[in-house]
């Protein structure tokens, strides 16, 4: 295939055939059923390399708050594999963004046994920040946290920014799990007031540990704990807070979704408790608009 052949251009409505006839060896891919609203949406944009009609490689990015964006979304056509195209349209995205004066950080997220993706994120100049293992629980009898009152409800924003302002430093690798799947260097403006707003922050009855828990749809509805440190079954009432959030949450079937720093994964008494998956690498590098 010729090099010269290659173009890249945003994708549109107008490409979802060419979309749905690439050879990736994905079943039920997320990304045809979801395709029109990334398509359409001011905060997700997708690029294709094309050869020709047919897309060779397809990748693209979601922006955040306070300048934050996140590459992902990463296909390649079996038919055209090792011939650099995951690396060529990663890069130019990545440029894109780097020319964006509002974009402070870039990164992506992948599978620590993705070792080709891995390697890619490297090409482009990407550096690894932290490891976690991002798992709901599977089974809660198999639980087995230290027993405790439930903690505190903080209630104000000014409460909230002022405990956010002790985990600068924390066990996941000074990250926040923004999202599911989504975790960010941290800093006050990835969290605008409407999302503290719509996140329960939990202070102990020793005051000195925090947890924070907000719903989160990634085809199933979770509830997403993020807690910053690595003693989750040693602190008192730690799970009876997240399931009296969870009885008292009106979405039904709302599942318990924790980020574990390496540490904390070593520490969980009974994996079984979990749905087990392989970790997260976030990869991502400061603009020079920082």
């Not at 979801?34 to 390399?49: E, W």
């Not at 996140?70 to 195209?85: A, I, N, P, Q, W």
């Not at 932290?130 to 087995?144: A, D, E, F, Y």
Request: charged fraction near 20%.
């Amino acid at each position: 295939m010729s090099q010269e052949l290659l173009q890249m251009r945003q994708l549109t409505m107008n490409d979802l055939d060419s979309v749905q006839a690439m050879q990736t060896n994905i079943e039920d891919d997320y990304i045809l059923r979801i395709f029109s609203k990334l398509v359409q949406s001011k905060t997700n944009i997708l690029y294709g390399l094309f050869n020709e009609n047919h897309i060779v490689a397809m990748a693209g990015y979601t922006l955040y708050p306070g300048g934050y964006a996140m590459l992902g979304r990463l296909r390649s056509d079996m038919r055209y594999h090792s011939k650099g195209h995951a690396t060529e349209i990663l890069s130019y995205v990545k440029n894109k963004l780097e020319q964006d004066p509002s974009i402070k950080w870039i990164g992506a997220n992948t599978n620590f046994n993705n070792k080709p993706a891995r390697r890619v994120l490297e090409k482009i100049g990407f550096t690894q920040l932290t490891k976690l293992h991002s798992i709901p629980v599977k089974n809660k009898p198999l639980l087995s946290g230290t027993p405790g009152e439930v903690w505190t409800k903080v209630t104000t924003i000014q409460e909230k920014r002022q405990w956010l302002e002790t985990i600068k430093e924390n066990a996941l690798g000074n990250v926040y799990p923004f999202e599911c799947f989504y975790p960010f260097p941290f800093t006050q403006s990835l969290l605008p007031d409407q999302h503290l707003h719509e996140s329960a922050f939990y202070q102990n009855p020793t005051n000195d540990r925090f947890l924070i828990i907000r719903n989160d749809q990634k085809g199933d509805w979770f509830a997403q704990v993020k807690y910053f440190w690595n003693d989750h079954f040693k602190q008192p009432g730690f799970w009876e807070t997240v399931y009296q959030y969870i009885e008292e949450d009106p979405i039904e079937d709302l599942t318990p979704w924790l980020d574990f720093s390496e540490q904390g994964y070593a520490n969980i008494p009974n994996i079984e408790a979990f749905d087990d998956q392989d970790a997260w690498v976030l990869y991502g590098k400061w603009t020079e608009h920082e």
